[in-house]
């Protein structure tokens, strides 16, 4: 598709604002029939085994019988998804199996104002309505994210290295757009993604297990075994149980000084979820639950342009010329996450009121190892060491590990009745140690030799020999607050209003050693607290329709910048970025009106919203220096419109579709001491990593092929459309850029010009499935995601500014596989 110009003004937002709300009296009028779901929800999809249990979005008899309804708890309490008085989108457990997701990259194609930028296995950064900072990296443990993300009441966000989880056996996933600080806190600026699980259900046995065999690009096969089983334990008790293992064939080739090694970002994700339902007496919920989930890859989804150890321009090593897919390699790559999540959810009925609390903790171990001999090897040239110490083999090590504890407990109403209400208190105490090493095997020898014997053991402070850089980043982040909301129905008008009141306090040392170092052994804090509000007023169209209007406030917290790498700065670098040690809450208020509603067999939802933000915080490269700074913008801002509308116009068709238009830009310049624009923060240009307009559109048809057995064909397809983006602000300016190494090495000069275009094309994915399904529950489904073999631009990697290394991190060719799915 096209290049899309947008340039949208409060007035025109005004404009398709007022058009979306006038349609909603005139769709109103007609007939009585009711759904109360909206787009996401598919129609004639929600009756599916597995989605049992009190409050966990399961679908409901409606009002008539025979028409279903959305159940969801956005607002910590069970409401219809109608009745939630702000934009929510909620995948069902039908519609992640229809749409073949397996991840939440998967999904933020067909929500609406979603975005995911995929930074490698494992690595992802999410935003809502353009709210973004830009991309954070590995070695950027402090920055806090901007969209929280939830496993039922369960906090598990963590920037950049939020769990992917595999999506078997979900209810439904909600994506609650605009600030949701009020009862979610820090980190939900732009949004929150909640993860809703299948609960256990008493007296009733059932389970799915799941299987799969594909193909990608051609030549590496995946599939994947999964399972899951709901059981009683007598009449008090329940249990559930989930298991998995994927196998991901790789697509990315890797050229070595010995050949080509094939398909070397393959990996496998592994786990499993048991939780137990126990209610002792009635109005009494206990459940404790265990998550345990493995992640692994051989390499990273990396396709490069240029490589100091390979590229077109030298004369003494073998020339390379990149193709796409493929990357240069000294080093094999790999990926580990291992995460546990142990939680208990208790509630008791007080009658009228409902008390829950909700125990937490995560233990996360991520080891992050690249290939950084370019990178090495680039401060080798610079320092004029020998060319054999440039080709030595240097592996970036980059390690997490996380242990994090929260309690909630909260009251709220559950009796029915215009007043309705929650109010509860929070803590959290996060632990987080970063590590960074970079052992590179006789770099010492090396190092003595060009500045003198002793001088690697002189720099080391106290870190491992023959490793130039070394740092260690520990972590203490304390966060308390509380928080309420309470809504009033004034019968076809509705007032919601609450507020969260937060303290955080943050403690962090930095210790660095090796030759790239400063050799630093500091402590910081960082402390903060705030109120952040929230009114909503509805107006009820009909029982069908609602229009809304929004004030809301967000925040994430601060922090500390690390110490840029001096000894790999330019003069220039070092007078641009030197001065940015600390970095302020980025704060956001949201104003929105929208409309939702259901009737004829069409459900709709749209918003229209303005975000104001101040000291947004963003994340520039920092040059030649090889380290990444937060920079606080004054003033920035995004608006835009957001749309889902799924249709039911015929028996066993089911049409859907969803679309953002969003406008985010800087609203100030910053400038360094010598007045040029740092790193393009310009007023007017955009914000990085959002598209503009994004778009989903799909179409399922089911029809009986032999009624008497109870066989049913269903044929789906689906069409993705994502905008052009930037990965960082100063990507658009200066575009295409023309990239110089100054880096003279194996009879390059150093002076060769590598011209890349930074902004990353829109791309369009297609994808056909066709299947047959039994009554018996048993489904066979063939199909072919992304049918046109797009090679998707996800985002730039450079290191060293670009000196180093130059590449794309790409998205998932072609795969072809088939699946199938016993119910029972």
Request: hydrophobic letters at 35%.
């Amino acid at each position: 598709m096209g290049r899309l110009s947008l340039s949208l003004g409060a007035s025109r937002i005004a404009l398709i604002a007022a058009a979306a709300l006038a349609a909603a009296p005139a769709l109103a009028q007609g007939g009585q029939s009711q759904t109360g779901g909206t787009a996401g929800a598919s129609a004639g999809t929600q009756n599916q085994p597995g989605a049992q249990g009190q409050g966990q979005g399961q679908a409901q008899a409606g009002t008539p019988a025979d028409e279903n309804i959305i159940v969801v708890t956005a607002q910590k309490r069970e409401q219809r998804l109608i009745d939630v008085p702000f934009s929510i989108n909620a995948q069902t457990e039908a519609d992640i199996e229809r749409s073949g997701s397996t991840g939440i990259e998967d999904l933020a194609r067909n929500v609406a104002g979603l975005t995911v930028q995929n930074l490698g296995p494992g690595q992802s950064q999410v935003s809502v309505r353009g709210v973004s900072a830009g991309q954070i990296v590995r070695d950027q443990p402090g920055v806090k994210e901007q969209v929280g993300v939830y496993l039922d009441e369960s906090v598990i966000s963590l920037s950049l290295f939020t769990p992917d989880l595999d999506l078997f056996d979900l209810n439904r996933v909600e994506t609650l757009r605009g600030p949701q600080g009020t009862l979610f806190g820090s980190g939900s600026v732009g949004g929150t993604i909640r993860y809703i699980t299948n609960q256990p259900t008493l007296g009733r046995t059932e389970g799915v297990v799941e299987a799969n065999a594909n193909l990608v690009a051609g030549d590496d096969f995946g599939g994947y075994l999964k399972g899951a089983i709901n059981a009683p334990l007598g009449n008090t008790a329940a249990i559930r149980a989930v298991g998995y293992y994927t196998r991901y064939g790789g697509f990315i080739d890797a050229i070595t000084p010995n050949g080509v090694r094939r398909n070397v970002n393959s990996g496998s994700r592994a786990g499993g979820r048991l939780a137990l339902l126990f209610e002792p007496a009635p109005g009494i919920k206990i459940t404790p639950r265990v998550v345990y989930q493995q992640v692994r890859a051989d390499g990273f989804n990396r396709e490069e342009v240029y490589n100091l150890d390979g590229n077109p321009f030298t004369t003494t090593r073998p020339k390379v010329i990149f193709k796409e897919r493929q990357q240069y390699l000294l080093l094999p790559e790999k990926f580990k996450d291992d995460t546990l999540i142990a939680d208990l959810t208790a509630s008791a009925d007080l009658g009228g009121v409902q008390l829950t609390s909700v125990s937490s903790y995560i233990n996360r171990k991520i080891l992050v190892s690249r290939d950084a001999s370019a990178l090495t090897g680039s401060v080798s040239v610079d320092l004029g060491y020998p060319a054999a110490s440039v080709i030595l083999p240097s592996n970036l090590r980059d390690t997490t590990d996380l242990d994090q504890y929260s309690q909630e407990l909260r009251l709220s109403s559950s009796a029915k009745g215009p007043l309705q209400w929650v109010f509860g208190g929070f803590y959290s105490e996060i632990h987080r140690f970063y590590r960074q090493r970079l052992p590179t095997p006789g770099y010492d020898a090396f190092t003595d030799a060009r500045f003198g014997a002793g001088t690697s053991a002189a720099v080391a402070n106290g870190f491992p020999l023959n490793s130039p850089y070394n740092s260690d980043l520990p972590y203490v982040i304390k966060q308390k607050a509380v928080f309420g909301e309470a809504s009033y129905d004034f019968g076809q008008f509705e007032l919601t209003a609450g507020g969260r009141y937060y303290d955080f306090n943050e403690r962090r040392s930095f210790k660095s050693g090796g030759l790239f170092s400063n050799d630093d052994n500091r402590t910081d804090k960082t402390t903060s607290n705030g109120f952040t509000p929230r009114v909503i007023a509805t107006y009820k169209v009909s029982d069908r329709w609602r229009i809304n209007a929004q004030a809301s406030r967000g925040f994430r917290l601060g922090g500390v910048n690390d110490p840029l790498n001096l000894p790999l700065c330019t003069p220039q670098d070092k007078t641009i970025f030197g001065g940015y040690q600390t970095y302020k809450d980025e704060k956001l208020w949201n104003y929105e009106v929208g409309v939702k509603g259901a009737e004829h067999g069409i459900r709709f939802n749209a918003a229209a919203f303005y975000n104001d933000i101040s000291n947004l915080q963003v994340t520039l490269d920092a040059g030649s220096c090889s380290s990444r700074i937060v920079f606080n913008v004054p003033k920035a801002h995004t608006q835009g419109i957001e749309a889902e509308l799924a249709a039911t116009p015929a028996p066993g068709l089911d049409l859907s579709i969803a679309g953002s238009l969003i406008d985010s830009k800087f609203g100030s310049t910053v400038t360094s001491g010598t007045g040029a624009v740092i790193g393009g923060i310009r007023k007017g240009n955009r914000l990085p990593t959002v598209p503009r307009f994004q778009m989903a559109a799909s179409a399922t048809y089911t029809v009986p092929v032999m009624p008497t057995k109870g066989m049913d064909a269903v044929f789906s397809a689906s069409f993705q459309h994502v905008g052009s983006r930037y990965t960082q602000p100063s990507d658009q300016e200066n575009n295409p850029r023309s990239f110089v190494s100054n880096l003279p090495f194996a009879g390059a000069t150093g002076n060769e010009v590598t011209i890349v275009n930074l902004k990353l094309p829109s791309y369009n994915l297609v994808n056909l499935s066709a299947g047959v399904e039994w009554k018996s529950g048993l489904s066979l489904t063939a199909y072919v995601s992304n049918l046109f073999d797009e090679n998707p631009l996800l985002s730039f990697d450079r290191e060293r500014g670009g000196r180093a290394r130059l590449g794309f991190n790409v998205g998932q060719p072609r795969i072809i596989g088939i699946t199938a799915r016993q119910r029972f």
